[in-house]
């Protein structure tokens, strides 16, 4: 074996051993062009309002490409796209939030790890299987995580926002994540989906679990399915 290729593959090795994630790379060979969203559903704002709850027990039932497309449109696509401006409001429009989807149960996407490209409108694929048990487990074994057709997870990158607000802008990120997750709610309600908002976990092991990058902290799971 190359010589590099050795000192390389034990440093891996080693920070696995350690409990460091090491970053997943992205197959760009493998992209996803995400159906339109809709901009028109058929339910009112304040009926999702009303109707909004945690949604923990899904059918074993798949979810659709379309039904994905609007959920990660609503979650923090573009909707404005002369300045590039999203869904969902952002300190200084600086977002620092990254948006994954765990796959399990989609008709015509296999099940894997990816990664939401909001300019694109697309997907990346970082990982190839279903990855919802390890994911459920590095969430405290909660059930729903791994019930669920599909898991939206939220990290952030501080830095983007930090550089310009400084320590306030520790605040603001986590403000972002709560406008993310509040679309992402509301369009499950509009779709007649469930989810819920997942912060309890292992920042460690899920950062293991998805590969983030060492710049990267986890924020949010939140699994989607249709509810029983």
Known sequence: MNKKLIIVYLFLSFLVFMGFSTPV??????????PSPQ????????????????????????????????????????????????????????????IYLVAGNVKDLSAG???????????IKLKDG??????????????????????????AVYK???DVYGERGNKYVLMDLGHAGENLYLQAVSLGLGTVAVG?????????????????????????GRKK
């Not at 790379?25 to 995400?34: P, R």
């Open 200 to 224: 309890a976990f292992d920042d460690q092991k899920l950062k293991k679990v998805m590969g983030l990058p060492s710049e990267e902290e986890p924020l949010y799971v939140m699994p989607v």
């Open 160 to 162: 983007r926002t930090t």
């Open 39 to 98: 901009f028109d559903g058929g339910m009112s704002v304040e009926k999702a309002l009303k109707e909004r709850r945690s949604v923990r027990d899904y059918k074993d039932s798949p979810l659709t490409l379309q039904e994905v497309s609007q959920l990660l449109w609503a979650t923090y696509g573009i909707s404005e796209t002369k300045r590039g401006l999203r869904t969902a409001p952002s300190a200084g429009a600086t977002y620092p939030l990254e």
């Open 113 to 123: 790890i990816y990664k939401y490209k909001s300019k694109e409108h697309s997907l």
């Open 25 to 34: 790379m992205a197959d760009k060979s493998v992209v996803i062009k995400l």
């Open 130 to 155: 279903d990855i919802r048990k390890s994911l459920s487990d590095a969430c405290s074994g909660q059930g729903s995580v791994g019930k669920g057709a599909v898991s939206i997870v939220f990290s």
